[in-house]
C-alpha cells in the first residue's frame, strides 16, 4: 500500500504491507519504504488520489486506475503526467506544451 505523507504527496510518501488486509496503514503494518518531500521546483497539480494499495499479483485493489500531474512550477520544465493503470502497469505522458499544466483524466 502506498499513502501520502501527512495526507500530501508533495510531502513525501510511504510504502507499506498492510500485514491485515483492511487497506489502512496501521502503525503494526511493515514499513518498505519511506519517500521525502519532492523538490521545491516541482508540484503535483492533479491528484485525487489518497491511497493506493497493490494485490500480490500487482494489480490495483479497488481501483480501475490512478493518475498523478506532476508540473514545475518556475515553467523551466515539461509537465508529466504518471498514470498506473488496473493491472499495475505505469506510463509517463510529457506534456507537448510548457505553458499547460498536465491534467488527470
Known amino acids: 500500500t502506498v499513502k501520502p ?4 504527496w ?3 510518501y510511504e510504502v507499506r504491507l498492510d500485514m491485515n488486509d483492511d487497506g489502512d496503514l496501521d502503525d503494526d503494518d511493515d514499513v518498505i519504504r519511506i519517500v521525502g518531500a519532492i523538490p521545491e521546483k516541482l508540484s503535483y497539480v492533479d491528484s485525487t ?6 494485490s500480490s499479483l500487482g494489480t490495483l485493489m479497488n481501483s480501475t486506475g490512478e493518475c498523478f500531474a506532476i ?3 518556475t515553467g ?3 509537465g ?5 493503470n488496473s493491472i499495475g502497469s505505469t506510463s ?3 506534456q507537448s506544451d510548457i ?3 498536465p491534467v488527470c483524466p
Open 5 to 8: 505523507a501527512s495526507g500530501n
Open 10 to 12: 508533495d510531502d513525501g
Open 49 to 54: 488520489t489518497t491511497v493506493i494499495t497493490f
Open 71 to 73: 508540473d514545475s512550477p
Open 76 to 78: 523551466k520544465a515539461f
Open 80 to 84: 508529466r503526467k504518471l498514470t498506473v
Open 92 to 94: 509517463i505522458d510529457v
Open 99 to 101: 505553458n499547460t499544466n
